[in-house]
């Protein structure tokens, strides 16, 4: 297994505008969720063998300031990893702390872009890695 | 490395016929300034405003603050490969409009923007409430993207500080600062028995929105490297950042970083600055090994005593703080930290998303979650349409009497992990 997740990696994300883009370069999942039903998902993947490519607390955005998230996880399933188990139960922790708040519709494609950004960015930086 | 900073006290600013600095009164001319930014396309209209301080002004949506210099002697110029061209800076003299800021504003991504206010309780948590700011409030085309408007808006703002830093140049210095930085066995050969103690800056790189410049260079594409401390006086990194107003590094606060002035100001006497490294925070977790694996290796090559570490922004960077913390410990170099916490409104939540036995010495620069109620002022500079939108806003927080309750995250450089807040505790 690459340590850096060859292959079309899967995607989880409830984002409509991440899961649009990248659903022919991706193995998209995409839920119509909260971010906590995402990153909840997410952990019931690395349980399974997958290995987190990409940290689910990104963009220095809480939890509860942005409805949106995309997260890469290696399409290849080994042994539960380590570091992958540890960072996605301190994501959940951190975002249970967090009470959700109703947002303005107009807010939303914002939150969308930056999420979008963040995911792009991160999967730009990963093709110098393979 | 020496360089001779000369600060030039700015107690006031005024619009006027002609740019100039007379009697410490900076006057400008914005139908010039306006001309110059408009030659980029991208932006379809600017405007210009001043906010001094003890005013009764809030400017929101704040995106940078940048403060004029200007080089005078030595090799390269401010903004060194991204408004001048590329050259090695660091060296020689510098001068500085101190007092003075360019405030750029505009809706970008409108819920990472900060909020300052230049009177009352919210101009106590920015140190940007103490400075005389031209604000500059960018309009840009039609259907161009954020990540567009971010560029055009960072490079908008740094031209006029760079323009406006011009005319320090003449000018003779109220107060003078030398910053004499020596190789490494000139160092050691100088303070035989002093720790040699190093700094290790994380700069915020997380991608489109979130990015930080060094000499140009996307740091998110850079490997983990040194740098002279007197290179970031000289504008070496630029900030490109939309993340939560209180803990992200304006390129203000990388000209002016207190770890640095501090180190040198104990430079010689309690410990030998001896070395700066800076490293990214990339979203995708191999980056975050690959950096934090260099920035031990560079801390072990160098055999430092100690290093402080400064984080930037909050979460997912938590990450690589404790990467950093837990493998330049592992090489027998002690550590401390410097970061701020996210422990929920009444504090008693766990501050940080991650942590390590070996982060055992760390500096907080406060509660981003505290609530604090803003008092209504007389002058809005750009809009409050994003106000409760913005990191620590709340829905419907703009209450009837004009008053806004925010946590702190929404206030410029209200928790910054540099140290530069007007507020401590001890």
Known sequence: ???????????????????????????????????????????????????????????????????????????????????????????????????????????LRDMQIVDLSIISSALETKKTNS | MKLEVGYIRICDISFAEATEVKEGTL???????????????????????????????????????????????????????????????????????????????????????????????????????????????????????????????????????????????????????????????????KYPDLPRVGYVQMLQSQGLLHDTYVYGVDMKKSITTMLCPTETMDGAIISGNCVSACDKNTTYHHQNNPVIEDLFAEHGKTLNFAAMVITNENVYLADKERSSDWTAKLVDYLDLDGVIISQEGFGNPDTDLIMNCKKIEATGTRTVIITNEYAGRDGTSQSLADADPSADALVTAGNSNQVVTLPKLDRVIGTLEYTEKIAGGFAGNIVADGSITVELQAITGATNELGFNLMSAR
Do not use: W
């Open chain 2, 27 to 189: 006057y400008v001319n914005a139908k010039e300034l306006e001309s110059m930014v408009l030659e980029d396309e991208r932006i379809a209209a600017v405007c210009f405003d001043i906010a001094r301080p003890g005013e009764s002004v809030r400017i929101t949506p704040v995106k940078d603050v940048i403060e004029p210099r200007a080089k005078v002697e030595g090799p390269g110029d401010i903004f060194p490969g991204v408004i001048t061209k590329m050259s090695t800076v660091g060296m020689g003299k510098t001068h500085v409009l101190r007092g003075a800021a360019v405030v750029t504003v505009g809706k970008i991504v409108g819920f990472q923007e900060g909020i300052i206010d230049m009177s009352g309780l919210g101009a106590e948590y920015t140190p940007f409430s103490k400075t005389n700011n031209l604000v500059v409030n960018f309009t840009p085309k039609e259907g161009l993207s954020p990540h567009e408007y971010e560029a055009a808006a960072r490079h908008a703002g740094l031209t006029i500080a760079y323009t406006l830093g011009k005319l320090s140049a003449a000018l003779t210095p109220d107060e003078t600062k030398v910053y004499e930085f020596p190789s490494m066995v000139e160092g050691i050969k």
């Open chain 1, 1 to 107: 297994m690459s340590a850096f997740g060859g292959g079309t990696n899967i995607l989880v994300t409830n984002n409509p505008m991440a899961s649009e883009l990248f659903e022919s370069t991706l193995q998209v999942e995409y839920l119509s969720a909260s971010l906590l039903d995402v990153l909840v998902r997410v952990r019931n993947l690395v349980h399974s063998g997958h290995t987190l490519l990409t940290h689910p607390l990104s963009g220095s955005v809480k939890p509860n300031e942005t409805h949106y998230k995309s997260v890469l996880l290696s399409k290849s399933r080994g042994k539960a990893d380590a570091q992958s188990v540890q960072i996605i139960g301190e994501c959940i922790l951190a975002a249970q702390r967090f009470n959700a708040r109703q947002l303005p519709a107009r807010y």
